[in-house]
């Protein structure tokens, strides 16, 4: 079930203030400026960030957009059919297969990335190392498992995956490296950052799936496992890697977070898929608007505006890039 969470609209008016101001006109047409755009909301604070900037630009240049909770996985298909319009944070390590199968059959289409730094792998807190001689490497794991282990756990260790709508990456490398564990998926981002914070107080054992950018690396000490590195055979060829009976015995991929759309984006609003093409919001200021608001409790709305503020300069260059 897609849930409508928040509805925005300015007149064209905008658009001719966003024009003036950069001292340029739009040549791609507005398109159907009276229907209304809906983004993807999906489970994480910076996902949040990256799609109000889209939809608050979208809005400066004088379209209707709407705001729409989705899953990451069930999103796809809502795109697929023109429900959902787009989405602002794709994660090429954990795009799910529905992505793959709805572009493959040209139903949703790949837009370029982000702008983001991004990196994903296995997380510790530092304190960990004492328990576990031998990390960052991998196979120090393979020793101290069962001080991992949880009563839901036993006799492995546990990891902390992704929710399970994210896809199953942690699982999928433990499997492949054969490391004793059972990977556990979180409720969420916030699940997530409640085992870090909780670990770091108690100075408990944790070893947990996690990415950047994210405030979390920048409030608490960690460190990432070093895992051999991803080819991509690692993902398909069983021969490959240190286990010949499996595939995914490598690291991460180096990740790409890239924005998708729905197909007829381009034809129904054209201007608005140059926008979407053009924005590219810096790693920094993103992390710093998650602190913002996991942290000092501020509301997203709010963070969005004052950045809209201070970039103007910023967002006008996405919206005259659609001249």
């Known amino acids: 079930m897609i849930k409508r969470t928040f509805l925005g609209a300015v007149t064209g008016a905008g658009l001719i203030a966003v024009a003036m101001t950069a001292n340029t006109a739009m040549a791609a047409d507005m398109g159907a400026?009276?229907?209304?755009?809906?983004?993807?909301?999906?489970?994480w604070t910076g996902q949040h960030i990256s799609t109000h900037i889209a939809g608050e630009t979208l809005?400066?240049?004088?379209?209707?957009?709407e705001y729409v909770t989705a899953g990451y996985e069930p999103q796809f298909t809502a795109i697929a059919d023109g429900e959902i319009h787009g989405t602002m944070e794709v994660w090429s390590s954990n795009a799910p297969d529905l992505w793959k199968k709805m572009a493959d059959a040209g139903k949703v289409v790949d837009i370029g990335e982000t702008g983001l730094?991004?990196?994903?792998?296995?997380?510790?807190?530092?304190?960990?190392?004492?328990?576990?001689?031998?990390?960052?490497?991998?196979e120090a794991l393979k020793k101290c498992a069962a001080k991992f282990a949880t009563a839901e756990t036993?006799?492995?260790?546990?990891?902390?995956?992704?929710?399970?709508d994210w896809g199953t990456p942690g699982a999928d490398r433990f499997k492949g490296l054969e490391l004793p564990f059972k990977a556990v998926p979180a409720g969420s981002e916030g699940a997530l950052i409640s085992e870090l914070k909780a670990s770091v107080?108690?100075?408990?054992?944790?070893?947990m799936v996690f990415w950047q950018p994210h405030w979390a690396l920048s409030e608490y000490e960690t460190e990432w496992v070093a895992m051999p590195k991803a080819e991509d055979a690692c993902f398909e060829d069983k021969a490959w890697g240190v286990n010949p009976n499996d595939v995914n015995d490598c690291d991460f991929a180096p990740s790409r977070v890239f924005k998708v759309v729905w197909s007829g984006l381009a034809e129904k609003w054209p201007a608005a898929s140059e926008i979407?093409?053009?924005?590219?919001i810096p790693t920094i200021d993103q992390q710093n608007m998650m602190a913002?608001?996991?942290?000092?409790?501020?509301?997203?709305?709010?963070?969005?505006?004052?950045?809209?503020?201070?970039?103007?300069?910023?967002?006008?260059k996405w919206v005259a890039a659609a001249k």
């Open 33 to 43: 400026k009276d229907d209304v755009i809906k983004l993807g909301i999906n489970e």
């Open 59 to 65: 809005k400066k240049a004088g379209y209707k957009v």
């Open 154 to 164: 036993l006799p492995n260790g546990r990891l902390i995956d992704y929710p399970a």
């Open 276 to 280: 979407l093409k053009a924005v590219k």
């Open 117 to 138: 730094e991004a990196r994903e792998g296995i997380l510790y807190p530092v304190h960990v190392k004492e328990m576990c001689p031998g990390l960052p490497d991998w």
């Open 292 to 316: 913002k608001i996991d942290q000092g409790g501020a509301k997203l709305e709010a963070t969005v505006a004052d950045w809209m503020s201070a970039n103007e300069s910023m967002w006008q």
């Open 201 to 207: 107080a108690k100075k408990t054992p944790l070893i």
